[in-house]
C-alpha cells in the first residue's frame, strides 16, 4: 500500500500495513508510536489511552470520561430565523441537548509551544475557607471523542507532563505489547475533590458561514464578597475552504441581577487568529464574573476574508449556572 501522510498541525501520520505514528521534529519524522483503531461513538476510552488530538496535532494521554449535553444549532429544527438579541430567550429550549462523550486529558508539554490553544487556563476558586485564591492547573484539557487518535507505546513515560507520574502508574502485568497505565490513588483521590470545577456538563455548538464555534462553560466558584466567576473555553474551526481572520469580538452578557453588559473589543486573548485549510482551529479561555449566581452570554466574532469583505459568525448563546458543592485545596492531593 502506498505511504499516506496525514498532516496534523505539526504532527505526521504515516499508515500503512503497520501503522506508524509519526511526529515532526525540525526536519525530520520522530517514531512515536503505532496507530490503533478508533472507537465508534458509544465506546469510550479509558484512562491511559495516548492519543494525537485530530485538530491541534499535540499528544495526550486520557485521564477520565466525561458525559456532556452538548446542544448543535446546527441540527436544531428551528420554527424561525432569529436575531442575535432575541437569542438570549432560547437557551436550553430552541435546542434540544444530546449526550456526548468528552474526556479530560494531560497535554505533552513538550507540544504546548506548538499548538493553537491555551494550555494553561484551567483555574478554579477551590478552597471555600479561602476565597481569595485562585488555582491554575497546566495542560489540561477537554477532549471530544472525535478529536481523538489513539495510539500505543512502548515508552516508559510517553508524555512529559509534572502531573504524569503522579496521576497514572505503569501496570507491569499488562498483557498488551505497550506500557499499560492504571489510575493512580492520587487521581482518584483528585477526581473526586475537584469534580465540581472541572467537570463539562454543557457543550454549545453553532456554525456560521463554515465557522464553527465551541462554547464550554465551567463554574469556577464564588468570592466571599459574593462575587460568582466562570470560564469559558471558546473553540473556532474553520470547515471550509475559505481563509478568514478573526479581527473582533462582541459580547452580551446577562445576569440574574437584571444587569445587560456589552462587550466589544479586538482579536481574542490578545491575537487575531487566522483560520485557513493549513490551520484551521484556534482555542482559548477566558473568564467572567456577576453579581449574581447565574446569567448567560451570547455575541459574535468579526470574521474577515481575504478580499476584506467581512461578515459576523454567532457564537452560540450559553448558561452562566452555578454550583454550591464544597471542596478542599487540591495542592493537598498534589504534594505540594
Known amino acids: 500500500m502506498a505511504l499516506v501522510l496525514r498532516k496534523v498541525v505539526n504532527i505526521f501520520v504515516a499508515a500503512h500495513s503497520n501503522p506508524v505514528c ?12 503505532l496507530l490503533e483503531t478508533p472507537k465508534d461513538h458509544g465506546k469510550s476510552y479509558e484512562t491511559g489511552q495516548l492519543f494525537l488530538h485530530k485538530v491541534f496535532g499535540y499528544r495526550g494521554i486520557v485521564l477520565f470520561p466525561w458525559l456532556a449535553r452538548v446542544y448543535d444549532r446546527d441540527t436544531a429544527t428551528k420554527t424561525e430565523e432569529k436575531s442575535v438579541d432575541e437569542q438570549t ?20 508539554s513538550r507540544d504546548s509551544p506548538h499548538i493553537r490553544t491555551q494550555t494553561e487556563a484551567v483555574t478554579f476558586l477551590s ?35 509534572d502531573l504524569f507520574d503522579q496521576f497514572l502508574v505503569h501496570d507491569p502485568e499488562s498483557s498488551t505489547a ?6 493512580s490513588k492520587t487521581l482518584r ?42 470560564r469559558y473555553c471558546v473553540r473556532l474551526e474553520n470547515i471550509g475552504e475559505e481563509t478568514v481572520q478573526l479581527r473582533e ?11 445587560l453588559e456589552t462587550v466589544r473589543a479586538r482579536g481574542v486573548g490578545g491575537h487575531e487568529p487566522i483560520l485557513s485549510a493549513e490551520q484551521p482551529a484556534f482555542q482559548y479561555s477566558s473568564h467572567i464574573a456577576l453579581q449574581a449566581p447565574s446569567g448567560h452570554m451570547w455575541g459574535t466574532f468579526k470574521m474577515e476574508r481575504r478580499d476584506g469583505t467581512s461578515f459576523d459568525c454567532k457564537i452560540p448563546p450559553f448558561s452562566l449556572e452555578s454550583k454550591s458543592e464544597e471542596i478542599n485545596n487540591p495542592n493537598d492531593f498534589l504534594g505540594s
Not at 144 to 149: F, K, M, P, Q, Y
Not at 189 to 209: F, G, N
Open 22 to 33: 509519526h511526529r515532526y521534529l525540525s526536519t525530520r519524522l520522530a517514531k512515536v508510536g
Open 89 to 108: 430567550t432560547s437557551i436550553g429550549k430552541e435546542v434540544k441537548g444530546k449526550n456526548h462523550l468528552h474526556y479530560q486529558v494531560l497535554i505533552d
Open 127 to 161: 478552597n471555600p475557607d479561602d476565597t481569595r485564591t485562585l488555582y491554575t492547573i497546566p495542560g489540561l484539557d477537554h477532549v471530544a471523542h472525535e478529536d481523538i487518535l489513539p495510539y500505543m507505546s512502548v515508552e516508559r513515560s510517553p508524555i512529559e507532563h
Open 178 to 183: 505497550s506500557p499499560s497505565f492504571m489510575t
Open 189 to 230: 483521590v483528585w477526581q473526586d475533590k475537584i469534580q465540581p470545577w472541572l467537570q463539562l456538563s454543557d457543550v454549545h455548538r453553532e456554525t456560521t458561514e463554515n465557522i464553527r464555534v465551541t462554547v464550554i462553560p465551567f463554574f469556577m466558584g464564588c468570592r466571599e464578597t459574593k462575587i460568582y466567576w466562570w
Open 249 to 259: 469580538r462582541h459580547w452580551r452578557i446577562f445576569s440574574l441581577s437584571g444587569t
